[in-house]
């Protein structure tokens, strides 16, 4: 059996630790938040390391990206130093491919097409399901500068925010991450702010938590393009008139777990460093391991 685990700066509230086969493997795939506490994620990797198939980063970002170029933010790259055996996996490669590839999975189902209109929470986060909402032609609204800075600027362009994100991404780099992403206690907090973005948009799409932080109080009619949810995020969304949620990943026992841990499930079972696959790669284990989507309806 292959022993994953999920090392999240997150709130320990949403936990949770369950047993998958997939094609005739046993995998446990277990998520531990440490509450914010850096101090713990380091105890947690060293503790671990070499006694686990693979790692997930949890309620961070190893990387984020100008379009397809890859930066490490050097305040999470210390962390992660202390996993000296077993590879560390965030998500972005997932990111990259599966996110990419939902998105053309939802505009085959009829629910996008090029006159939706969908507010991308942190394009440098996601850009692979960034890239997919203009490919399909959707009208995009990048909310980097007011999600992840504070700054109330919008960004309608992909031009403009590739521009942007040149110029910002090199400083926020060096930020440390606490002043980029909610973390511990801070990730139950929802401050509304930024509501007429939530209303222009047909689609909000990215990390769960981000877009929660700022969440209104009515999102009638809406489409939720994420990940990580459990069944207190689905109530929370259905209560704010949420139509649909769409994860990017599948549901194991009434919850989706993140990108980084499905991720760390793929380099369990090739045996592989994330960086050692290459992106047709990627795309090939997702359909031989029959990684995809969710569409709920709530």
Known sequence: ??????????????????????????????????????????????????????????????????????????????????????????????????????????????????????????????????????EVGCKTLFGDLMFSLGIPIPIYSHKSFLFIASIVVPIARNLPYEWLYPTGKSQEEVIPKYEKYYKWADVIAGDFLYMKRHMPEDLSGKIIFTNTTTLEDREFLKKRGVKLVVTTTPEFDGRTFGTNVMEALICAYTEKRPDELKEEDYYRLIDELNIKPDIIEL
């Open 1 to 134: 059996m292959k022993r994953v685990v999920s090392i999240s700066l997150g709130s320990s509230k949403r936990d949770k630790k369950v047993e998958v086969e997939i094609l005739g493997e046993k995998f446990i795939l277990e998520r531990i938040g440490t509450d914010g506490s850096q101090e713990k994620m380091i105890e947690l990797f060293k503790e671990l390391d070499g006694k686990v198939d693979a790692f997930g980063l949890g309620g961070a970002d190893l990387y984020i990206s100008v379009g397809k170029r890859r930066t490490t933010l050097k305040s999470i790259e210390k962390l992660i130093q202390y996993a000296k055996i077993t590879p560390v996996c965030d998500g972005q490669y997932l990111k990259d491919t599966l996110e990419k590839k939902t998105v053309f999975f939802i505009r085959d189902r009829g629910l996008i097409d090029k006159n939706t209109k969908v507010l991308i929470i942190s394009g440098v986060s996601r850009y692979g399901s960034a890239e997919g909402f203009v």
